[in-house]
Each structure stands twice: as structure tokens, then as C-alpha cells.
């Protein structure tokens, strides 16, 4: 009840009201994101308190669901970004697979500062090679960043690297869409001793087994036959 009066308060910017029910305003920001209500989000960062917290869970709630709308709004407060906790708002409209919500995320501010290590897992740890389409562009754009590393200890893959270990991931997962994408972008499938074969092999991923010996270069042999 307090949440459905809080709503209905927001949509018609009714302010005395965001004194009343907007005490615990980041959980307000939340349930507001979940239910896609673009309009109250907005009025809530108009009114927000001195101090009042960054809306981070806010914008995943609003990421997995594919709220694009309050995505933007969120977006266009500057006190929000997609970055914090590595990546984790854009991690997980991927996961979702609510792509459109991963490329708003991405077209606001790219992957400069994004983890690329963990983002291209989560993309090959999807059904196709949308969530990649959207984020090696992005990652192509800063490719110089090959010697950083995150917080948590993972690599920023950089130019050298970024197209095979996108092929390598896809091939850990099975995932054949990613994998002929990455192939279509440059990946080498005989790098590091045609690991991506081997991991396709070791997962049982015939499809991607299949096309990786139909672009002749992956070698079944390499490492002591370890495909």
C-alpha cells in the first residue's frame, strides 16, 4: 500500500509526499526501477535529499528487466555508473539477455572502464552472439588498455587478445553464435595451441567442434592431442 500510494504520489509529482513516504529512498528507488515507473524515478532524482545514495541497485533492477525507459532516467543522473562493482548492471542485463538494455549501458559512457575479461564471459554464457555484437565494438574502442587490470585480479583483454579469447570463451560455453562471430572478427582458432578447440571438445560442443575444423586452421593434435 505505501509503495502503490508512493507511485501514484510520483506520477502526479505530488512533493509533499516525497517527504512522507521517500525515508527510505534507495529502496524506494528500487521498487520503482523494478516496476518500470520512468516518471517517479525522475521525479525522485528532482526531489532527492542531500546525501541520499547512489542508486546502483536501482539501475540493475531496472537493467534485468529490461526497463529501458527507467534506464535512461537513471542514466541521466550523473551520480549513477554502470561501472561500479565490475560492471555489474551491465553483467547483468546480459545475463537476462535484455540486450537493448546491455547496449543503453554500453552507449553511455562505453567500456572504458569496464572488467572485458568478465563481461566477455558472461556474453559467451548466453544463448547467441547478440550480446557479443554489442559489446566487442565497445571493447575494440579501447583496446589500448591491454596491460590494466580490475580490482579483482582478471586481465583487460586488449587488441592482441580480445578477438581469440572472445573465440575461446564462446567455446568453453558452446555458445556457436559467438563463436562464428568472433571468428568473423579475426580470432585465430589456432592460438594458444587451438585451446578454443579443445575446450569446445572437452565440453561436448559438436556444433562448435564442427565449425572450428570446417575453418581449417584449429589443429586436433596441438598439446599433446588434448582435443
Not at 546502483?56 to 561500479?84: C, Q, W, Y
Not at 554489442?134 to 596491460?147: F, I, R
Not at 568473423?184 to 589456432?190: C, H, L, N, Q, R
Request: glycine residues 8%.
Amino acid at each position: 500500500t505505501i509503495m502503490r500510494n508512493l507511485f501514484k504520489a510520483l506520477d502526479n509529482r505530488t512533493s509533499p509526499a516525497l517527504v512522507s513516504l521517500g525515508e527510505d529512498w534507495d529502496g524506494n528507488m528500487v521498487q520503482l526501477a523494478k516496476a518500470d515507473r520512468a516518471t517517479a524515478v525522475r521525479e525522485m532524482i528532482r526531489h532527492r535529499k542531500p546525501g541520499a545514495a547512489v542508486y546502483d541497485m536501482a539501475l540493475i533492477e531496472a537493467s534485468v528487466r529490461g526497463h529501458t525507459e527507467t534506464l535512461r532516467v537513471l542514466l541521466h543522473d550523473v551520480k549513477n555508473d554502470p561501472f561500479t562493482s565490475y560492471s555489474r548492471a551491465i553483467a547483468n542485463a546480459l545475463r537476462h539477455e535484455e540486450i537493448r538494455a546491455a547496449e543503453l549501458l554500453v552507449q553511455y559512457q562505453g567500456l572504458k572502464h569496464a572488467d572485458f575479461d568478465w563481461l566477455m564471459k558472461t556474453a559467451a554464457n548466453t544463448s547467441d552472439a547478440e550480446a557479443a555484437r554489442v559489446l566487442y565494438p565497445a571493447m575494440k574502442e579501447h583496446s589500448d588498455c591491454e596491460t590494466d587490470t580490475t580490482s579483482s585480479g582478471s586481465v583487460v583483454l586488449g587488441t592482441i587478445d580480445l578477438e581469440n579469447y572472445g573465440l575461446y570463451y564462446a567455446c568453453c560455453w558452446g555458445n556457436v553464435g559467438m563463436a562464428k562471430y568472433m571468428l568473423g572478427v579475426g580470432a585465430d582458432p589456432s592460438w594458444n595451441q587451438s585451446v578454443a578447440l579443445q575446450s569446445a571438445a572437452k565440453r561436448g560442443a559438436t556444433a562448435v567442434v564442427e565449425l572450428l575444423l570446417g575453418d581449417g586452421r584449429a589443429d586436433p593434435t596441438a598439446g599433446d592431442n588434448d582435443a
